[in-house]
């Protein structure tokens, strides 16, 4: 059974970063049939996706367009985990985060079928 | 950027009875849309994707239906944990997301 476990600070101040693990149990990172996203959602922006990673002969990374400046998706193979790095964070951003198993860029037909348990991050100073 | 309309915004039923939800989008998705249902404090579940197929593990009792540009949620025999909101998602075009239906159970 594969699971996502998420780890990560609830609060950030404004101007500074913020990183979010995701573990994998019971799958590898590197699977060649899905990939891994991050999706947020807050009240005012609801769901929004944000990126994602997989490995397809190697690794690829897709980003949002309005957070392509500020955002990078890393993988660490050894402990079977990705993170989320957002920069230069506002109010804005405060959110529930998510990391979520879906498609990679040839899995025709596949939606998001195994998410996180979520972690709210506040930005406030 | 593929937008994705849900109606209505609040829906009540009793329970034993039928609703339908709706989502419109703005391009066409042709079967590339998935339905999530989503409780207080939990992250979404898929119920449907590719427009009609159930998820593993969802009661029969939610379909999904539509292609192209309008699509539905039916769910049929309300009962009391079906109280959610529930969210239609693309993957035709990147992924966007609609902006939810609250579904209660009277």
């Known amino acids: 059974q594969v699971q996502l476990q998420q780890s990560g600070p609830g609060l950030v101040k404004p101007s500074q970063s913020l990183t979010i693990t995701c573990g994998i149990s019971g799958d590898s990172v590197a699977t060649n049939r899905a990939a891994w996203h991050w999706i947020r959602q807050s009240p005012s922006r609801g769901l929004e996706w944000l990126g994602r990673?997989?490995?397809?002969?190697?690794?690829?990374?897709d980003y949002a367009v309005s957070l392509k400046s500020r955002l990078t998706i890393t993988v660490d193979t050894p402990k079977n985990q990705i993170s989320l790095r957002l920069n230069s964070v506002t109010p804005e951003d405060t959110a529930v985060y998510y990391c979520v198993r879906g498609p990679g860029p040839y899995e025709y037909g596949m939606s998001f079928d195994l998410w996180g348990q979520g972690t709210l991050v506040t930005v406030s100073s | 950027e593929v937008v994705l309309t849900q109606s209505p915004g609040t829906l009540s039923v009793a329970p034993g009875e039928g609703a339908t939800l709706s989502c419109m989008a703005s391009?066409?998705?042709?079967?590339?849309l998935a339905w999530y249902q989503q409780k207080p404090g939990q992250a979404p579940r898929l119920l449907i994707y590719?427009?009609?197929t159930r998820a593993t593990g969802v009661p029969a009792r939610f379909s999904g239906g539509g292609f192209g540009t309008e699509f539905t949620l039916t769910i049929s025999s309300l009962q009391s944990e079906d109280s959610a909101v529930y969210y239609c998602q693309q993957y035709e075009d990147w992924y966007t997301f609609g902006q939810g239906t609250q579904l209660q159970i009277k």
């Open positions: 391009h066409n998705l042709k079967s590339n």
């Open positions: 990673t997989g490995f397809r002969s190697q690794w690829f990374h």
């Open positions: 590719g427009a009609s």
